[in-house]
């Protein structure tokens, strides 16, 4: 007797429970295990970043292990040599910080006098409320600071960790795609190619793009700032190009320290509103000109996916899911163009497209006519 199994068709809402089960279940797991998967992550990117240097030495007849060992090491004398320059820096910014301290009370004085004189305000009101607004902004700080420390502290204990991942992705990259093709063994294998390739170019693309957009963006606010005038112009002026790193709000954010650091140090406050109005041009022409024109379209995610990406990952990984939101949505998107069913995925978190224009009488729509078959057989074609 022969007995066939019939698959059983779930009605709609278990299939919707199932599939909103399954991302609680894929987020909690994301959030358990990011002390594993963030340095996974950080080493994929890194070692994309070092491939072409891997590669070009391996074409000079350099062994694979011995080229991925050099890269490496020129790589940590690259990022040590930063944080040696951002510690010498802020070593020369904490001389000034007595002086930052005086001049702050000095405001804090002067403000309480006019409020007392021309508004009317008790000064023992002031200090009450002063207190009050103080220690719910250290509370806030100090939870922020806290965490940025924390994440600050944990990517550099797994420095080393990310270094030997990276190694490892170098060293086994061929492994690892023969492990691909036995995975999609349904696939044809230049489909496969063609998919990694993509996610090799997006995320070379956006790492490069991302490095040369930094350091135009510190260099045009240390000129800035130079003009201004400002103190550790570098340091202030680069501290906020990295914050680029958090779109749309990053150069805004960093411009709060150096205005703060000018409206006490200085006499002249409008110099501080200079100092922002200096990043806020140069974020203008970062959004609009630079970041555009440098990385391009390759990662093509529509401001609305992006907001929402950056506070879910946010939620999951802290601050250093906001520095990989972006690359890991560019290489779903990649994975979701891909696949059939997860087209539409695709194409809501890409780029919105313009709409048409409405026809507005018959003759336009017979000239229309022509070139829309003609497009759509040209698509079928390549399909």
């Not at 021309?118 to 002063?130: G, M």
């Not at 550099?156 to 990259?173: K, M, P, S, T």
């Not at 036995?182 to 793009?209: N, P, Q, T």
């Not at 003009?227 to 749309?248: K, N, S, T, W």
């Amino acid at each position: 007797m022969n007995i066939r199994s019939r698959e059983t068709e779930l009605p709609y809402v278990a299939k919707l429970a199932c599939v909103l089960i399954s991302m609680v279940v894929v987020v909690y797991g994301l959030h358990i295990l990011e002390g594993l998967l963030i340095p996974l992550v950080f080493a994929i990117l890194f070692a994309v970043l070092l491939f072409p240097l891997v590669k070009r030495l391996e074409g000079w007849g350099i062994p694979r292990i011995l080229s991925i060992i050099v890269c490496l090491l020129l790589a940590l004398g690259v990022v040590s040599a930063l944080f040696w320059g951002i510690s010498n820096q802020i070593s020369n910014f904490a001389e000034v910080l007595p002086q930052f301290t005086k001049r702050a009370n000095e405001y804090i004085n002067s403000i309480r006098t006019f409020a007392d004189e021309r508004l009317n305000i008790d000064r023992q009101r002031q200090i009450t409320e002063v207190k009050k607004y103080l220690s719910d902004a250290m509370s806030e700080g100090g939870a922020i600071l806290t965490t940025t420390l924390l994440a600050t502290t944990s990517i550099l204990a797994n420095l080393f960790l990310v270094l030997l991942f990276a190694f490892f992705f170098l060293l086994y990259r061929d492994f690892f795609r023969s492990f691909f093709y036995k995975l999609f063994h349904d696939v044809r294998r230049s489909e496969i190619d063609g998919v990694m390739g993509k996610i090799y170019e997006v995320v070379k693309d956006y790492l490069a793009g991302l490095v040369l957009v930094i350091l135009i963006i510190g260099t045009l606010m240390t000129v800035g700032l130079l003009i201004l005038g400002v103190d550790y112009a570098v340091f202030f002026g680069f501290f906020g190009a990295c914050l680029v790193l958090i779109p749309y709000f990053g150069i805004s954010i960093g411009s709060l320290l150096p205005a703060a650091y000018t409206l006490v140090t200085q006499d002249n406050p409008l110099k501080a509103v200079a100092v922002i109005g200096v990043f806020l041009f140069v974020q203008m022409i970062e959004g609009n000109f630079i970041t555009p024109y440098i990385v391009g379209s390759k990662v093509s995610i529509n401001p609305l996916a992006a907001i929402v990406v950056l506070i879910l990952w946010e939620n999951i990984w802290g601050l250093p899911g906001l520095v990989l939101a972006l690359p890991m949505t560019a290489i779903l998107k990649v994975i979701f163009d891909s696949v059939d069913t997860l087209k539409p995925y695709g194409f809501v978190i890409g780029e919105a497209e313009k709409p048409r224009p409405p026809i507005k009488n018959l003759k336009e729509l017979a000239e229309q006519l022509p070139k829309r078959a003609k497009k759509i057989g040209t698509t079928q074609e390549e399909n």
